[in-house]
């Protein structure tokens, strides 16, 4: 289908039931073959996975024949089989798995700069020469440096600059993503104020719903829970919802520590784990930029079934799915011993 490239073609195929090319435009080039590979097919299990932000839109797949030798290490990258060796060239693979996704593998490992993908996001200015080709951190570094690291709910009454900011979005940024092109979504409350109305604005939507919480609903429930829900609810849930709102009243934030800045991720149609990955990264990069932070679990939960006021308000979606808050700020306590974590298990099968 696709053997006669050395004809200087952008091909543009949308394949339809049969395979048959709907629409073909050709650009004459100079010195370079590329072949635009961009595939809508009816076959669902050859769409490409989608994703809020990119619908099941595919990469385009450019491969420059003049630089190729097709040395076959972006095949062997490509778990989507997008690519394939054929009588010693390097072609695209009319029965991929899904669809490219844009994961950019193929560009990244290709030593001669033969191949690049557009769309899904990505742009050709995207790809960069590694900055570090020797590993930056060693473990007897990291090691360390994740050891000391402790949640900080203690913060000095001092905002956190824009620039450490940017930072910490950037780097968080480059967490791994259940499927590229990320579907992970960032608020971000910049403000000691900011922060405070978030939180009793949560703390007054929990309080209108605390029956909902109570020993009595939670006595209801109990026929159709686990004992370990059950138990996690009662020492838990229900104690917290009160202390929360209980400290409101009296004026002080429990939720958010009166940080000067917080932000929630999250999720989309993306694997549920992704806000959590992205938050880990984001408190590893305040750690390395000297601010402290501490991840908040207790209000994403709610917002998943709930709060259709507050989310508008927030601007969040209105069917939100999982999400967490990061709280950052400078320390204003310092701790001088580190603490040993263990798993509940591990098991060697
Ligand atoms: C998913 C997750 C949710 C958390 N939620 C809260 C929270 O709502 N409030 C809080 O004060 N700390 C919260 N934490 C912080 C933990 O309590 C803290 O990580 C734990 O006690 C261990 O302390 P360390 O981080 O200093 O090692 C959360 C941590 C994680 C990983
Ligand atoms: S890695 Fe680069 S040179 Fe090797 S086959 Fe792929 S595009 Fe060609
Ligand atoms: S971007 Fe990823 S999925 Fe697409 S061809 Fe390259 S390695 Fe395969």
């Not at 073909?24 to 100079?30: E, R």
């Not at 491969?63 to 072609?91: Q, R």
């Not at 844009?102 to 899904?120: K, L, M, N, Q």
């Not at 009595?216 to 229900?238: A, E, G, Q």
Request: glycine letters at 6%; hydrophobic letters at 40%; aromatic letters at 12%.
């Amino acid at each position: 289908m696709f053997s006669n490239i050395a004809v200087k073609t952008y091909l543009i195929g949308f394949y339809a039931n049969s395979g048959s090319v709907l629409h073909l435009s050709t650009k004459i080039s100079c010195n370079i073959d590329y072949l635009v590979h961009s595939f809508v097919l009816q076959n669902k299990s050859l769409m490409s996975v989608a994703t809020s932000r990119t619908g099941t839109e595919d990469a385009r797949i450019l491969i420059d024949h003049s630089k190729c030798t097709a040395c076959g290490l972006c095949v062997k990258v490509c778990k989507d089989f997008s690519l394939l060796l054929e009588d010693k060239t390097l072609k695209i693979n009319p029965k991929p798995l899904f669809g490219c996704i844009g994961c950019g593998h193929c560009v990244a490992v290709c030593p001669y700069d033969a191949i690049t993908v557009e769309g899904r996001t990505l742009s050709a200015s995207d790809y960069s020469v590694l900055t570090f080709p020797e590993k930056p951190v060693v473990f007897e570094n990291l090691f360390p440096f994740l050891l000391n690291r402790r949640s900080i709910r203690d913060f000095k009454n001092k905002p956190v600059e824009q620039a450490l900011i940017d930072k910490i979005l950037s780097l968080s940024s480059t967490a791994p993503m259940g499927l590229p092109p990320s579907d992970v979504s960032v608020m971000v409350i910049n403000g000691r104020e900011k922060v405070r109305e978030f939180s009793f604005d949560f703390i007054d939507m929990l309080g209108r719903m605390q029956w909902m919480v109570s020993p009595f609903m939670l006595s209801l429930m109990r026929p159709f829970i686990s004992k370990d829900d059950y138990l996690v609810f009662k020492s838990f849930v229900l104690p917290m919802v009160s202390f929360f709102t209980e400290s409101r009243n009296r004026d002080e934030n429990y939720l958010l520590y009166d940080a000067p800045l917080a932000m929630m991720f999250y999720g989309n149609m993306s694997d549920p784990a992704d806000p959590y990955i992205a938050a880990t990264y984001a408190t590893l990069a305040a750690e390395s930029l000297g601010l402290g932070s501490c991840m908040i679990g207790s209000v994403g939960p709610f917002l998943k079934n709930t709060g259709k006021d507050f989310k508008k308000k927030y601007k969040l979606p209105a069917k939100m799915r999982d999400s967490i808050i990061v709280i950052f700020g400078y320390p204003q306590v310092k701790f001088s011993k580190t603490i040993k974590r263990s798993f509940a298990k591990v098991e060697y099968c």
